[in-house]
């Protein structure tokens, strides 16, 4: 299949929270469906969807790009004084791309290092970590909010060259100015200039389009969704809105259309693509350094800990065949974990839960398929005898199917922090981190939110919310399935347009991604620094 000659290298998805309306899967069927051969995730100060991202991107045959739009501090990302423009204002926007891995790398350095260092409304890093971190990194110079637009904005041409000549050095050939056609006055008059100053300074220009939804036509139903971020409503005259409704996935010929002064702009997105070529590798195991007592393997280690933790568990028992019954099933356990490489994983959750259980700290007995296992009985995983009970093993851990073992933990809510701040004292704190969760907007919350932004009172927007027919089984029905299920819903839309406005722009936005949060019971290890393989962020 022939491409088009364009490539969108600045697009929000749904992880630039409540600001983008660009759903993960959606987002790829327009990508195909405009025969475009790659596309940037470029979200607002996070890479939260970098993993969805780059799945759903393979799954399309549309190569992913990784990027972030970085909030970058005018001072020092420490700085928090003299703030007198409001934190929208005050920090600068920048569009960094990851080249290859060691870009990825430094992307997640730099978003993690926004959330734990320079955290200011929202997350910002600044020129110094750029100069440290830029390594794989393509840079552009972002929209009207960027340094470089801004100075221009402003009248200062001056300032606009420094702030541009001094990201080309930290960059070298990877700084683009980036230009876009959103119809905006204020864009259209810094874009020539933008050009101008590129020429000056021997800086290649980039066309971009800064996507936060699919197609023209989701613009009322995204600038709802602004309504929802901000508290405000639709009819509010002092409330943050987009003037302009070509913040969509545009074609190649519309993008082609827009920069016919500018030679080049366009099909220099696919020089960039090239340039980018991150592969994230899954299946791969990185298990925190566990390190034994002693000079000794961990293999050795596990052993020793497993049959002395089983001549435990079978005080009093004196019968030879029973002892021996046990005495082969560990052996065969203890073989198939370590040719699964799995020991330094079972030494890890044993140390913590023993921990817990020499301080007092409540502990589940276990549950699920590791109460299969007698290694996890004998170093007191789990408190179930598996051959008692006949539980199976190769329900926990079987050879011809690798997958990580799965222990499920169970803590007193009372202990728990205590038995996390153990395992950051023993690793490191920077190498252990809580997973985030990431709720949606689910057809009644998106019926109660939009109602909110549109200007419905609580009781009507509570009456159309309670016609959305209860989840069955844990399974919550979508608008699309409510309708069919619910007469009185089709009616509402008949018979009163203002529920009809509001339950399409439901439509448009259900399934969203509304919040971040930390996962009640997730927490990683890692070998090294969490931010060596994933962005940390903070809450």
Known sequence: MEHSRFVHLHCHTEYSLLDGANKVDKLFERIKALKQPAVAMTDHGNMFGAVEFYREAINHGIKPIIGCEIYVAPASRFERKGVDKGPREYNNHLILLAMNQEGYRNLCKLVTLGYMEGFYYKPRIDKDLLKELNGGLIALSACLQGEVSQALSAGNVEKAKLAAATYASI??????????????????????LLVELAADLSIPVVATNDCHYGEREDFHAHDVLLCVQTGKTIDDDNRLKLETDE????????????????????????????RCNVEIEFGKYHFPAFTPPKEISLDDYLD??????????????????????????????????????????????????????????PVGPGRGSSAGSLVAYALRITDLDPIRHVLLFERFLNPERRSMPDID???????????????????????????????????????????????????????????????????????????????????????????????????????????????????????????????????
Not at 333 to 354: H, S
């Open 171 to 192: 960059f070298g050939d990877r700084y683009y100015i980036e230009i876009q056609d959103n119809k905006l006055a204020e864009q259209e008059k810094v874009n020539r």
């Open 247 to 274: 913040l969509y996935l545009k074609s190649a010929d519309e993008m082609t259309r827009g920069f016919d002064y500018c030679a080049g702009s366009v099909e220099r997105t696919l020089e960039i693509a090239d």
């Open 304 to 361: 020793e800990l497993a049959y002395q933790g089983l001549e435990e568990r079978l005080e009093g028992v004196t019968d030879p065949e029973v002892r021996k019954n046990y005495s082969d099933r560990l052996e065969y356990e203890l073989d198939v974990i370590k040719r699964m490489q799995f020991p330094g994983y079972f030494l890890v959750v044993a140390d913590f839960i023993n921990y817990a259980k020499q301080n007092g700290i």
């Open 409 to 539: 933990v169970d803590f007193c809510i009372r202990g728990r922090a205590q038995v996390i701040q153990y395992v950051k004292d023993k690793y490191g704190a920077d190498r252990v981190a809580q997973i985030a969760t990431f709720g949606t907007l689910k057809a009644k919350a998106a019926i109660r939110d939009v109602g909110r932004a549109l200007g419905f009172s609580f009781a009507e927007t509570d009456m159309i919310a309670k016609l959305i027919p209860a989840p069955k089984q844990g399974f919550d029905y979508p608008l699309t399935e409510s309708l069919k299920m619910e007469p009185r819903l089709g009616e509402l839309m008949k018979n009163d347009p203002r529920v009809k406005t509001l339950i399409e722009h439901a439509l448009r936005l259900e399934g969203l991604v509304r919040h971040a949060s930390t996962h009640a019971a997730g927490v990683v290890i890692a070998p090294g620094p969490v931010s060596e393989y994933v962005p940390v962020c903070t809450q």
